[in-house]
Nanobody, 117 residues
């Protein structure tokens, strides 16, 4: 079983930065594809970023965060990160960590990110 715990959310002014962390339990973290999703009130959960389990850790981002957000992972620490720079009001949402391996998936409880002007 995998348990995911997100942290690092908070209130930040537009143009500021936050670094989210997702700590995972288990012995097989390096085999999971890790992703970040987000959900704003009244909206569907949407994909933000993903990093593969393969050597080299290929990444992918939704267009609206490219150049601003960076996903990374530290397998020795069983942790995935989302560095968020140049934050905008539209980035306000609950951010969720997701782990997938062989079509099993796990979700964290989410961490709130609020961007103010």
């Amino acid at each position: 079983q995998v348990q995911l715990v997100e942290s690092g959310g908070g209130l930040v002014q537009a143009g500021g930065s936050l670094r989210l962390s997702c700590a995972a339990s288990g012995r097989f973290f390096s085999t999971y594809t890790m992703s970040w999703y987000r959900q704003a009130p009244g909206k569907e959960r949407e994909f933000v970023a993903t990093i593969s389990s393969t050597v080299g850790g290929s990444t992918n981002y939704r267009d609206s965060v490219k150049g601003r957000f960076t996903i990374s992972r530290d397998n020795a620490k069983n942790t995935v990160y989302l560095q968020m720079n140049s934050l905008k009001r539209e980035d306000t949402a609950v951010y969720y960590c997701n782990a997938v391996r062989v079509f099993r998936d796990y979700w964290g409880q989410g961490t709130q990110v609020t961007v103010s002007t």
